[in-house]
């Protein structure tokens, strides 16, 4: 099944805790044969909340970058 996931469930990606999302969900829905899409404004969404934890020293930048890696 093709899936197309919004940040709320990319959150937890870097570190984010999301309630009722566990940090593995998208690591399960990949090993149980689904295809994950994200939209680039999620990807946008993701930077944004980083960089404003980045800059209050919340989370690191390296969190960050992982998160919106291909």
């Given at each position: 099944m093709n899936l197309l996931?919004?940040?709320?469930?990319?959150?937890p990606l870097m570190g984010l805790d999301?309630?009722?999302?566990p940090r593995t969900s998208i690591?399960?829905?990949l090993s149980n044969g689904h295809r994950v899409s994200v939209?680039?404004?999620?990807f946008f969404e993701?930077?944004?909340?980083?960089?404003k934890l980045m800059l209050q020293g919340?989370?690191?930048?390296?969190?960050?970058?992982?998160a919106i890696s291909p």
């Open positions: 996931l919004d940040s709320t469930y990319l959150f999301v309630r009722g999302v690591l399960e829905l939209s680039e404004i999620s993701l930077s944004a909340k980083g960089a919340t989370l690191e930048p390296q969190r960050v970058t992982a």
